[in-house]
């Protein structure tokens, strides 16, 4: 009998794994069009040659979400809304609600929490995120990004069962806001004179394994 359920909990497992498998081949519908190259943070990003991050000021709006799969998502919004304002005000950047000189606004596609079942299988939860989004100056499109993570950590038996969802949202989406801030803020790298121009499309992201 015991050996039958861990069977059927593998079976879930791979399930599971091969659903999410199947809708990792994202086509980020608002950043179609422009030239989006392979960011060394985001999983791709476009910034105009004239925007300099540090020099503007931001209005930001809420991200719409879209499918959220194992927490609440207005909990979700609300972490969102709260890792994002605090990664743009502790570096520096400035947040206005009126008369700024820049918009910040985007599209949370898919948050994916793994299920309890799996969780207690595996010793770990894990939580993913693919979110995409623009920064407008007026009507022009000075920053756009495209970003898919995922992240894996063991159980931490100190906090309850109910405190894993929030705990595990506010780290995928403050490890995202990091990325975002990094790519935006910090200079690019030299260029290679050896280095080849990539066809790289500029509509799709795969989602890297991590842990």
């Known amino acids: 009998m015991e050996k039958d359920m861990q069977r059927a909990i593998m079976v879930v497992m791979m399930c599971s794994v091969a659903c999410w498998g199947c809708s990792r081949t994202w086509?980020?519908?608002?950043?179609?069009?422009?030239?989006?190259?392979?960011?060394?943070y985001l999983t791709f990003y476009y910034q105009s040659p004239d925007f300099k991050a540090a020099q503007e000021s931001y209005r930001l709006e809420d991200f719409a979400l879209e499918k959220v799969s194992?927490?609440?998502?207005?909990?979700a919004a609300r972490i969102f809304q709260e890792e994002l304002v605090s990664a743009l005000e502790n570096n520096g950047l400035t947040l206005k609600?009126?008369?700024?000189?820049c918009t910040l606004s985007g599209q949370v596609a898919q948050l994916y929490l793994r299920g309890p079942v799996l969780r207690l299988v595996s010793g770990k939860s894990s939580a993913a995120l693919s979110v995409a989004g623009e920064i407008r100056r007026g009507p022009e499109v000075v920053f756009a990004f495209a970003d898919q993570v995922?992240?894996?950590?063991p159980?931490?038996?100190r906090y309850p069962t109910s405190m894993e969802p929030e705990l595990m949202v506010r780290q995928v989406l403050r490890r995202f806001a990091g990325n975002l801030l990094n790519e935006m803020l910090l200079p690019p790298p030299a260029p290679r004179t050896d280095s080849i121009q990539s066809d790289l499309p500029v509509d799709q992201g795969v989602l890297a394994e991590d842990g």
């Open 27 to 40: 086509h980020p519908q608002m950043l179609q069009g422009l030239p989006l190259a392979p960011g060394r």
């Open 150 to 153: 995922q992240i894996s950590l």
């Open 155 to 157: 159980i931490n038996p």
């Open 97 to 101: 609600a009126e008369g700024a000189d």
């Open 70 to 75: 194992g927490v609440d998502k207005s909990l």
